[in-house]
């Protein structure tokens, strides 16, 4: 996001940069990974809390719930709202480059950080999850 700032891109071109990154990211495979990411992550739920037990399957659970709570809600409760904002806006009225720098950048940027973290724990925990699990079965054999 930096490098969107109004310092990086001479005022405007950071809004029209992103307001056309946030068009692109409508095309059918960005949605069909992120809502099918989504679905997959409900269906590791209830198979973790049906068929898995102990601790592979509490933190493979965990897991999944970190994925939708902290990348999947935050996108949609957060982010999308606020790039729908955006791609309404004229790129060279007051308003908009007020709500670029007063409020776009500061708080998309933040709600990017927590997805992103938020992402790499749900993928460390449902990994470890699963070598854990790997494991244990290995263990009975």
């Known amino acids: 996001m930096p490098a969107l700032s109004p310092a990086s891109t001479g005022g405007t ?5 992103m307001q056309v990154i ?8 960005f949605m069909t990974l992120f809502l ?8 590791v739920v209830v198979y ?7 601790g592979p399957g509490r933190l493979i659970l965990l897991g999944a719930l970190v994925y939708l709570f902290g990348c999947f809600a935050v996108t949609v409760f957060f982010n999308v709202p606020m790039n729908e904002a955006l791609a309404g806006m ?3 009225a007051d308003a908009t480059r007020d709500y670029w720098t007063g409020t776009y950048l500061p708080r998309w940027t933040m709600w990017n950080t927590v ?5 790499a724990l749900a993928a460390a925990m449902m990994l470890f999850g699963l ?9 009975l054999v």
């Open 13 to 17: 071109g950071g809004v029209e940069a």
């Open 22 to 29: 946030n068009r692109e990211a409508f095309r059918w495979v």
């Open 36 to 43: 099918g990411m989504a679905v997959v992550s409900v269906f």
């Open 48 to 54: 973790s809390a049906t068929n898995l037990a102990g």
């Open 90 to 92: 004229e790129l060279s």
């Open 115 to 119: 997805r992103t973290l938020a992402c």
């Open 131 to 139: 070598v854990w699990l790997t494991q244990s079965h290995m263990r």
